[in-house]
């Protein structure tokens, strides 16, 4: 199984400019999570989806933050506009309903916002 | 007060050394305890997982968790260079609800 897909691995862009990170979550599974890693933070969730329709989305930080998931196989996370402050390793985690809480993870985009 | 707290690190101990590593937390709906391991630029993956209160072993991993105390732990027996990594706890309320992370701390384990 090819497990999370994550793309682009690394991001580096302007201030001010769009930036929409991409996932493929494992097929199959019925949950997908979008997290943020910082060293000052940790990990924190962002929103998640369950069946395709976002359960909780008190984690996204502003209104520059968008995500959206058209179908069971990808689900996009859009930054607009960004800033320096989101810079940070982004991950996108997926989990069965038959599998309690056991997230897997994608291998990360670490987006760099100059 | 956060969550989940856990010992900020970095952690550095000899080869076959006994590793104990702790979080505590704030809600009592957490029911679901769990430990990921991350190596450097990789993504957490699964290490252990708990419900509710009690201990679980795998192989040289052990996790504890008491709730009465509002405090889990991971032990790792036998300490090898290949558990160096970050180790973060995580626990939620019940089966496929958010979970919320510790921030994790940064084992080495010296040859």
């Known amino acids: 199984d090819a497990g999370v897909i994550q793309s682009p691995r690394h991001e580096v862009t302007e201030m001010g400019q769009e930036v929409t990170l991409r996932c493929k979550p494992i097929?199959?599974?019925?949950?997908l999570f979008w997290y943020r890693q910082t060293m000052m933070r940790g990990l924190e969730l962002l929103i998640y989806f369950n069946n395709n329709v976002p359960i909780d989305d008190s984690g996204m930080p502003e209104d520059r933050f968008s995500a959206k998931m058209p179908n069971a196989s990808f689900s996009t996370l859009k930054i607009q506009p960004s800033e320096p402050r989101d810079s940070a390793v982004y991950f996108c985690a997926s989990t069965s309903n038959h599998e309690v809480d056991t997230q897997y993870f994608g291998p990360g985009t670490r987006l760099t916002v100059l | 007060q956060k969550e989940v707290e856990q010992d900020p690190g970095p952690l550095s101990v000899p080869e076959g050394a006994i590793v104990s590593l702790n979080c505590t937390y704030s809600?009592?709906?957490?029911?679901?305890f769990m430990w990921y391991r991350q190596y450097s630029r990789k993504g957490p993956e699964l290490l252990m997982y708990?419900?509710?209160?009690g201990n679980k072993e795998d192989g040289r991993f052990t996790a504890q968790v008491d709730k009465s105390s509002k405090y889990i732990s991971l032990f790792i027996r036998d300490s090898q260079p290949s558990d160096s990594a970050t180790y973060l706890c995580a626990m939620g309320p019940g089966a496929n609800s958010k979970l919320t992370f510790g921030k994790g701390i940064t084992l080495s384990v010296r040859p």
């Open positions: 708990t419900y509710s209160s």
């Open positions: 809600n009592s709906a957490f029911q679901y």
């Open positions: 097929s199959g599974h019925n949950s």
